[in-house]
């Protein structure tokens, strides 16, 4: 297991390499050309200048999150194929200067939804939150205006402006878009890339689609144990692989995290392992990583990742804002380095206990 933070660039992460590289156990990050949109070429010289950059600070690029995926491959329009040639030959760039996971998503619209980014805890800190209520509410057009104030004046993956004024055209391009259509057009996407990732070693990690369910009536397909599997039996290849992580499976309570991670042995190649807390099944908001904060078991989980011998990057993922930190919601410094130490200690624990036969 590698021990790693998110970090966007020193352009847009108010979190720094230098402050990173002083987190204990933590020795890499996973990081993107954030400037990039769907569709563009990653060049071998930007690739390079980034690396350079996080190696100057005594850390290594674990995995990229994401190169993002084009609408016209989603939507398996007439660009589709014009930018599946691009984005093999960002891949090929990639593995070129050593970079060998890439994270990304297949949602359509949104990469993500939230209602709330500032939900304020008992504790005093706030944190990313989720009402079904809410979302049934609001008309999907409004949706980026009725989050924008809280984003302490960050730009967030999968919200960014520019998208987000095109969402009416969207909404239109994903008409007629339902499950098995965009299930078929990810599985066209993966058959056409695995040739440049068996040649370069890249793995693919798709990331599960957050909440587990359909928003705004948009089809939503990486959800639970029978689809993910799935995917892995319609592309079986190594490198057609999953990013674990279990507050967007867990946002399903139906959802047996653990069981999850042992059905998926030797394709997990990236686990982000955070905590959520739920005051009704389609009503829940972020927690600190800690088991007892949230809803889920993090010993099990971390538990299963140790028993299928998982050895890739892993990553607290969405924190709070504590300590009066104004940063990119979920992704401030304090209480994510908690969860990296935190993790770290449960690995340490189960891997002594294995090892004593405990």
């Known amino acids: 297991m590698k021990m790693t933070l998110r970090w966007y660039g020193s352009k847009y992460d108010t979190v720094t390499l230098e402050q990173i590289r002083q987190i204990p156990g933590v020795t890499g990050v996973i990081t993107m050309l954030y400037d990039k ?3 563009d070429l990653w060049t071998r010289e930007e690739i390079r200048a980034l690396k350079n950059e996080v190696e100057a600070a005594g850390l290594r690029i674990e995995g990229i999150e994401s190169v993002n995926v084009s609408d016209a491959i989603k939507t398996g329009s007439a660009d589709r194929d014009k930018d599946i040639a691009t984005y093999i030959e960002c891949l090929k760039n990639l593995g070129e200067e050593d970079i060998h996971l890439v994270c990304y998503n297949f949602m359509p619209v949104f990469d993500w939804t939230r209602t709330e980014l500032a939900r304020k805890r008992a504790d005093g800190s706030t944190v990313l939150a989720y009402t079904q209520e809410a979302v049934d509410a609001l008309d999907p057009e409004k949706m980026f205006d009725s989050i924008a104030g809280d984003m302490n004046g960050t730009v967030m993956p999968g919200w960014e402006p520019e998208r987000m004024a095109k969402v009416k055209e969207l909404f239109e391009l994903y008409k007629g878009i339902d499950n098995e259509k ?27 689609d957050d909440p587990a369910w359909s ?3 948009l089809p939503r397909i990486i959800i639970n144990k029978e689809n993910i599997l799935r995917l892995m039996n319609a592309v079986d290849d190594v490198h057609n692989g999953v990013t674990f992580c279990s507050g967007s499976y867990g946002t399903n309570l139906n959802n047996d995290l ?6 998926l042995k030797g394709r997990i190649h990236f686990a982000h392992v955070r905590n959520l807390y739920f005051h009704s099944p389609t009503n829940f908001e972020e927690a600190a990583h800690l088991s007892s904060d949230g809803t889920f078991d993090m010993y099990e989980i971390v538990k299963a990742l140790y028993d299928i011998g998982f050895e890739g990057p892993i990553r607290p993922d969405h924190g709070r804002m504590i300590w009066g930190e104004v940063a990119m919601p979920g992704y401030g410094l304090y209480d994510r380095a908690l969860g990296a ?4 200690g449960l690995w340490e624990a189960i891997e002594k206990a294995s090892k004593r036969g405990i």
């Open 215 to 217: 928003v705004f009536g």
């Open 37 to 39: 949109q769907p569709g």
């Open 341 to 344: 130490t935190y993790i770290n």
């Open 258 to 263: 653990p069981d999850m991670i042992r059905s």
């Open 182 to 208: 965009l299930f078929e057009n990810l599985v066209y996407f993966l058959k056409a890339i695995m040739p440049v990732c068996n040649e370069y070693d890249i793995k693919m990690a798709i990331h599960p």
